[in-house]
């Protein structure tokens, strides 16, 4: 079971996640909480995961924890990608669903990193304002391949085409996502939640 806090500010939206995390048997509610005593109490609590509702930048707990804000990109940007290794872990829209809520949590719990791709519009890396063109659906396939690690050569037996289509798909994959390596593909593409490592 994956112990979590939940802190909000009021009462009825502690109590609505709450709900939310009772209602899946992967997780055991230990604690509810407002932000404002969290930082203070949050010792007291055997948790592994933190459920916030933050109302702003300022009330973050700083501990590993998936975050309900207002405006999930500027969080992503600003904390998830700031290199610090406190904060947010997931960062989700006050309004995602309780299935979105509960994947965010299982993901922190398993030591991963979760966001809505909607945060991620726009956004191929920390700083980065344009919007990257959409992949193909072969060219995810071909992103996912890389990711693995294959040769072209691997990569057009394990797809059904040539190694010259292979290298014309990376082409274009290194130029919708602006990236000049497999590495950096491979890294824009998780970031965009186009692929899962």
Partial sequence: MIRTVVSASSALARAGLA??????????LVGEISPHELARNLTLFDRDVVLEQRDGAG????????ALVDDPREAWMGEVTGGDDRGPRAV???????????AAIVAVAAGLIAVQPRALA?????????EPERLTSREIDVLGELARGASNKAIAARLGISEHTV???????????????????????????????
């Fill in 19 to 28: 709900a939310v995390v009772r209602g899946d048997s992967r997780l055991a």
């Fill in 59 to 66: 009330d973050a707990s700083r501990v590993p924890s998936v």
């Fill in 92 to 102: 989700l829209s006050r309004d995602a669903s309780p299935e979105e809520i509960v």
């Fill in 122 to 130: 726009g956004a191929v890396g920390p700083g980065a304002r344009h």
């Fill in 167 to 197: 290298k014309f798909h990376i082409a274009s994959i290194f130029a919708k996502l602006a990236v000049s390596s497999r590495t950096e593909a491979v890294t824009h593409g998780v970031r965009l939640g186009l692929i899962m490592l």
